[in-house]
């Protein structure tokens, strides 16, 4: 169904709900992208679970926060020419079965035509000078890490789904430190790291701009990997569960998957994926250390390979 405006002043409407966390939110720019091209006469409006990521998006006309949508039905929704666009690509089966990237399914959900649409972060050039000014007191080129993900509902700070064992990293990064200067973007209750300065910021774009500025990037499968990719920064990302082609990028990105052994577990407990991405089951972890990554596949991926 094509979008139609009858002047612009009644221009019609399509409006993007999208749940989840942050880089679930830069996944969605992707198919914001792909509704403007498919209703371009149609003012795009995105009600998110993370507005930040939305801010100077060329492909939407207004962002709201969930749950902060005064008057919304009545300006949007009652007796107005609108398409509402809502899914939930975590529940379509090529996702659970792992076979397809997530904005793909998305905008097979939602009756839109995907061609590879690139995610996007739009940063102004105050932010990015902010951080530089930030960063002046290091005089090595930054290595950007993050070995941590989750949000403030995680009850546990450490998931052994998608989280990077800082004991595993201790020699890679050593190796590192000798080249670049080193900033760990982290939450305080999270593993910190001895000598290794690190950042949080009540506002995630100062780390979008930290993302953008940094010379090398050691990630996991959390937001810095995807913010990583909508600003044009290959990174080497780590995976001790292999979701590289639902939730990553293949094809940009050094992509290190554990080859760690695993035991035989019962996954009593989970249900459409093989495990919480909180690693809330630790009955289900099946990894017998916290060694499961090729240390000098580490090193040489952040500091030889052309990103």
Same mark, same amino acid.
Do not use: C
């Given at each position: @169904?094509?979008?139609?405006? #009858? ?10 709900? %999208? ?7 830069? @996944?969605?720019?992707? %198919? ?26 060329? $492909?939407?006309?207004? &962002?709201y926060a969930n749950g902060m949508t005064p008057y919304f039905y009545e300006d949007y929704i009652k007796d107005k020419d609108v398409i509402i666009l809502k899914s939930e690509p975590y529940h379509h089966q090529d996702f659970i079965n792992k076979k397809r990237c997530l904005p793909d399914i998305w905008c097979e959900q939602l009756g839109v035509t995907y061609n590879n649409d690139p ?15 930030? !960063?002046?007191? &290091? ?5 950007? /890490? ?16 998608? $989280?990077?064992?800082?004991?595993? /990293? ?12 080193? %900033?760990?973007?982290?939450?305080? *209750? ?12 009540? +506002? ?26 909508? /600003? ?10 292999? +979701? ?10 050094? *992509? ?13 407990? #989970?249900?459409?994926? $093989? ?9 289900? +972890?099946? &990894? $017998? ?12 991926? %952040? !500091?030889?390979?052309?990103?």
């Open positions: @169904m094509k979008g139609h405006s #009858s002047g612009s002043e009644n221009q019609g409407h399509a409006i993007f709900h %999208v749940d989840g966390g942050i880089g679930k939110n830069i @996944m969605a720019t992707a %198919v914001a992208s792909a509704i403007k091209r498919e209703h371009p006469d149609r003012k795009l409006v995105v009600v998110s679970s993370w507005p930040v990521v939305w801010i100077n998006n060329p $492909d939407i006309y207004r &962002f995610t996007k972060i739009i940063l102004t050039i105050g932010e990015k000078e902010k951080i530089k000014r930030k !960063l002046e007191k &290091f005089k090595k080129p930054i290595l950007a /890490l993050q070995t941590n993900g989750g949000g403030p509902e995680q009850e546990y700070p450490i998931s052994w789904v998608r $989280d990077a064992p800082v004991e595993n /990293l201790s020699k890679p990064l050593h190796e590192i430190s000798k080249a670049f200067d080193i %900033v760990h973007i982290r939450k305080e *209750n999270q593993p910190h790291i001895d000598n290794v300065d690190f950042m949080d910021s009540e +506002n995630i774009r100062d780390l979008f701009a930290l993302i953008d500025f940094s010379s090398r990037r050691l990630f996991i499968d959390s937001f810095a990997q995807h913010a990583a990719k909508a /600003l044009g920064k290959p990174s080497t990302v780590l995976w001790p569960v292999n +979701n590289v082609k639902t939730l990553g990028y293949p094809d940009f990105h050094h *992509n290190i998957v554990s080859k760690a052994p695993k035991r035989k577990v019962h996954l009593i407990d #989970s249900y459409f994926s $093989d495990a919480p991405i909180d690693g809330s089951n630790t009955h289900e +972890n099946p &990894f $017998d250390t916290n060694f499961i990554f090729d240390e000098k596949a580490i090193e040489n991926s %952040v !500091l030889h390979r052309r990103l």
